[in-house]
Nanobody, 112 residues
Framework: VQLVESGGGLVQPGGSLRLSCAAS????????MNWYRQAPGKERELVAS????????KYADSVRGRFTISRDNIKNTVYLQMNSLKPEDTAVYYC??????WGQGTQVTVSS
């Protein structure tokens, strides 16, 4: 199993980023997928979830209306579109699914 997150960076408040997570080593379409984040000194938290074929998505209250999770089962990739970013969104972002483990994450920093 390999999960490779990318797309993070430094962005000003109010800006946007699109994260990608390329998956390999397992049957991607068999898994619901999630995005998590971990800020310095805080526990990892669930940000967004998407079911196997993308029919159902769920979001943490803190990001609902600003973030959108999606997936492409042909490309074995899950995405997180992040709009209207706030400084409190600063964290390392990870994708995963049940029992899949963790990748290296991608750093998102929201700062002026």
């Amino acid at each position: 199993v390999q999960l490779v997150e990318s797309g993070g960076g430094l962005v000003q408040p109010g800006g946007s980023l699109r994260l990608s997570c390329a998956a390999s080593g397992f049957t991607f379409s068999n898994y619901d997928m999630n995005w998590y984040r971990q800020a310095p000194g805080k526990e990892r938290e669930l940000v967004a979830s998407i079911t196997r074929f993308g029919r159902i998505t769920k979001y943490a209250d803190s990001v609902r209306g600003r973030f959108t999770i999606s997936r492409d089962n042909i490309k074995n990739t899950v995405y997180l579109q992040m709009n209207s970013l706030k400084p409190e969104d600063t964290a390392v972002y990870y994708c995963s699914g049940r029992g899949l483990g963790w990748g290296q994450g991608t750093q998102v920093t929201v700062s002026s």
